[in-house]
């Protein structure tokens, strides 16, 4: 069955369409999903969410850009809201801990590490990772879209809706800072080693 065939069988609701279209791109959708939010209890609740979004919307998918294109655009979409709907809650957690409300402590999360990460890699990555927390949203995900997921600037651009000149901004942008983070944690880590 072609992707064509599965769109159109999943606009009329069709339920074997819709677990074919989910198996078929769930690590796609996760690993993305992943790569923006860095915690994998999130990272599953943005899939469910994109699936879901997918389902109620597809009527809305003209073909006029890759099936592959307008689910990252989705994923990338539901990973933003997500962000932001955290930012809230913690906003709202320190109002209330102004008032003694909440005195629970704040722990560091454990660090992160990415499946596609190799074993020799791990630590590594999970300094990038901590270092990309740090980016404005947009040179985050754009980074995460090209150097995690291998989106070319071309895709990157479709799924943002940014020109390329504006994706290689982006990019250009995070490179810079992300150089700048991680200097300064080579440099003090090195310092705390002496």
């Known amino acids: 069955m072609t992707e064509t065939e599965l769109i159109e069988l999943l606009k009329q609701r069709d339920r074997t369409a819709f677990k074919t279209i989910v198996e078929t791109w769930q690590s796609m959708v996760y690993n993305t999903a992943l790569g923006i939010l860095q915690n994998e209890e999130d990272a599953e609740d943005v899939t469910q969410e994109t699936f879901i979004q997918v389902f109620e919307s597809v009527s809305s998918f003209k073909g006029e850009s890759k099936f592959s294109t307008w689910l990252y655009r989705i994923t990338v979409s539901k990973a933003m809201d997500h962000i932001r709907r955290k930012k809230r809650k913690k906003r709202f957690a320190f109002i209330q801990s102004l008032y003694g409300k909440n005195d629970e402590a704040v722990i560091d999360p454990p660090d992160f590490f990415h499946p596609g990460a190799s074993m020799e890699n791990k630590e590594n990555a999970a300094v990038?990772?901590?270092?990309?927390?740090?980016?404005?949203?947009?040179?985050?995900?754009?980074f995460a879209l090209n150097k995690v997921e291998g989106l070319s600037y071309i895709e990157i651009s479709e799924v943002m809706?940014?020109?390329e000149s504006a994706v290689d901004a982006l990019l250009h942008r995070a490179k810079e800072n992300l150089r700048k983070i991680l200097k300064e944690y080579y440099t003090t880590f090195n310092e705390n080693e002496r």
């Not at 990038?128 to 754009?142: E, G, W």
């Open 128 to 142: 990038l990772f901590k270092a990309m927390q740090q980016l404005p949203s947009n040179q985050k995900t754009a």
């Open 161 to 163: 809706k940014l020109s």
